[in-house]
């Protein structure tokens, strides 16, 4: 710690090592690999409007920087929270009057976005079409659903996966040896281990396995040997999570293991899985976001309240926390090993995506549309339900998928009955 106090700069390693350039940019391969359409667009300078969502820590920000100066453009940045109308007027004003005076278009980073109101995102739409603002969203909730409609369609949207645990060793490693912007004027010696602990418990997030290693080389001592060594004992100590017993691919067969006993109904192995997983340091919203998923592929309708008590215990990991919420969990994984089996949402589900992807002619049926009318012969009018008891025979699907049967109810649960009553609605 001594030694380190001779280094002044206050800024956060994850700032430092912030990329600059589209070549030291970590991840999303899937984005910005050579020659995909966001390379292609950066490179040529015609990027638009667009918008980027995912975890946090996954590169979201440093693209919209990397893009900006890439494109010689002037960046404006502000806070969804914290920023109103008025702040985005100003930025606008001043966009309009250097683009006409200098022919530089200005790059609007908005952080949080998804928390702008409708009247905030009107603000900016005839800029963004005028072409004076190109507009970079970044928001950890998906757009299409917690954003305005206009702003929306007219940006592309780039989804931002976690950062592999290969991609944050090597900035780590980066990091370690970069005496200009990293740690490399220091002697710091980092064990491999102790590498792999730090690209695990950031769940894919640079920035907070950089503030990890950060805070591990600021609070350890020179050794014996003068260097500052990082031991998996140190890393999980600065990151905030105890190391966990099992290694990566254990971890996901154990999470395997667990969610096949839900599968098959052995709620003694279900139960022992996830608190071994518990136990070596998993999150237990992990546990009860895999049990939701199989509350409807593998019990679906057979009995739907495994749903409802696997997304209360979701509810109890995020609100209530450890050790009080692993009571509800458990209750919840209880509940959906011994409920009666059925795959047949699953089923129904792969059904209509085929469908709806291949099926070319889907014309809504007249009777059926936003404004109902008839056919041209005159048969085909709507036939409000209500009208005939709560149920009446009519077509709903296209003719080209009229005789299509997507959902069989088995023969499990509460199924039993949907399948007696859905045969004789059918007869």
Known sequence: MEYFSQFQDKKPLSEKMRP???????????????????????KAGVLGSCIFYGPPGTGKTTLAHIISNTCNGIMQKLNAVSSGVSEAKAIIDQAKTDFNLFGKR????LDECHRWSKAQSDCVLQAMEEGHIIFIGSTTENPYTSMTRAIVSRCRVFEFKPIESSDIISLLKRAVSDSEKGLGSMPVKVMDDAYEYFAWASSGDCRQALNGLELAVKTTNLGKDKFITITKEIASQSIGKKAMSIDESSYYDILSAFCKSIR??????????AHRLIKAGCDPKIIARRLIAHCSEDIGMADSNALLLACCALYSCQNLGEPECLL????????????????SVY???HAAQEDAENVKDDT???NLKNHPSTNADGTGGYKYPHNYGGYVRQQYLPNSLKDRVYYTPSKNGRERDLKRKKFEKNK
Not at 20 to 42: C, M, P, W, Y
Request: proline share 0%; hydrophobic share 45%; with cysteine.
């Open 347 to 349: 089923l129904a589900m």
């Open 364 to 366: 809504i049926l007249n």
């Open 20 to 42: 600059t350039t589209l070549e030291e940019f970590v991840g999303q391969k899937h984005i910005v690999a050579k020659n995909s359409l966001l390379d292609r667009a950066i």
């Open 328 to 343: 509800n969990l458990s209750h919840a994984i209880v509940y959906a090993c011994e409920a009666e089996k059925s795959n």
């Open 264 to 273: 098959g109904s052995d709620t003694d192995a279900a139960l022992y899985y």
């Open 106 to 109: 200005t790059y609007l980073l």
